[in-house]
């Protein structure tokens, strides 16, 4: 809360609404939690309606993408047909590819195969195999809102062990949603993961989590899937972030030394899982805006 703004400004969030009319209840709601010690978010993590209706636009084409994706995949796919395939059908429905040149990145889309962990790079080189488990992570620009959803696949005779690493990873997604409402703390949902996987005999990555979306591809907050219950923002209505944490089958351990500058592997080698999914806080709860 940067400006204190008197009942009948126009409120800052452009709505053009009296202040009174529209943000000032919740501002006084986190004041109070303020006070008793909470982290509450800043005003630019707190989305108007018009921005969250933005960003569900840039999701269905995410969606859209990653449904396109999920026909087309197959054992003998060099991963770089996924990387034009996502290209091609991003900008047919009138998007644009965030990761492409984000921060020097090369390609379209991430395409993470059995020990990648994220940002696995297309290539023409990288062929889809039997038993392979690949996350492909696509992010799409909309209308100028960012949307972001992962999904994995399973590439034909897939080991029971590897299935179990997909399921419950998919399965944990949604032990995070069950913590997201408002006036609670963010790593209420990053610790329910946390012991979801470690329940289920399985690591999660530490130095990667999600991320506030929508204006940008990556805002704030930083969203851990290994903290405290009791730690981190304070969730409000409008925050739009991303849950997609990253289970390892081994050790949670990850390298990131790979020459390309990119790809992130497993320390011990190991299979890793993630899904990925954007959610609004709501009043009441949640939306997910992009799966
Ligand atoms: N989509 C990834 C995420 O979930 C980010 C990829 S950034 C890239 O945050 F540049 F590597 F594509
Ligand atoms: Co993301």
């Not at 009319?21 to 006084?28: A, G, L, S, T």
């Not at 630019?44 to 969250?52: A, F």
């Not at 039997?130 to 005779?157: L, P």
């Not at 990555?205 to 999600?210: K, T």
């Amino acid at each position: 809360m940067v400006k204190k703004l008197s009942r009948n400004d126009e409120c800052w969030c452009k709505s053009g609404k009296k202040y009174k009319q529209c943000h000032m209840m919740m501002e006084e709601k986190m004041r109070m939690f303020h006070d008793k010690g909470y982290a509450i978010p800043h005003r630019k993590m707190i989305k108007t309606k018009e921005q969250i209706d933005g960003i569900r636009e840039s999701g269905k084409v995410n969606i859209a993408v990653l449904d396109y994706i999920s026909e087309k995949i197959c054992v003998g796919m060099p991963t770089e047909d996924i990387n034009r395939m996502v290209e091609e059908k991003t900008k047919e429905l009138g998007g644009i590819p965030a990761p492409l040149n984000f921060e020097g990145y090369p390609k379209s889309v991430c395409t993470s195969v059995d020990d990648e962990v994220c940002h696995g790079i297309p290539s023409k080189d990288i062929i889809l195999e039997e038993g392979n488990i690949v996350n492909v992570d696509v992010s799409t620009i909309y209308g100028g809102y960012f949307s972001d959803s992962s999904r994995m696949f399973c590439m034909g005779n897939v080991s029971e062990e590897k299935k179990r690493l997909v399921e419950v990873t998919k399965q944990s997604i949604q032990v995070g949603l069950d913590h997201v409402k408002p006036w609670v703390k963010i790593g209420e949902l990053g610790a329910a993961i946390h012991e979801f996987a470690r329940e289920n005999g399985y690591s999660v990555v530490r130095e990667i989590g999600g991320h506030g979306v929508g204006i940008e591809f990556h805002e704030d907050p930083f969203v851990s899937f290994v903290c405290p219950k009791n730690s981190g923002v304070l969730l409000v209505p409008g925050m739009v972030f991303t849950i997609e944490p990253m289970i390892n089958m081994g050790r949670c351990e990850i390298q990131m030394n790979d020459p390309n500058g990119w790809t992130v592997r497993t320390e011990d080698g190991m299979p890793s899982a993630q899904w990925e999914v954007t959610v609004a806080v709501t009043e009441t709860g949640y939306e997910v805006l992009v799966y």
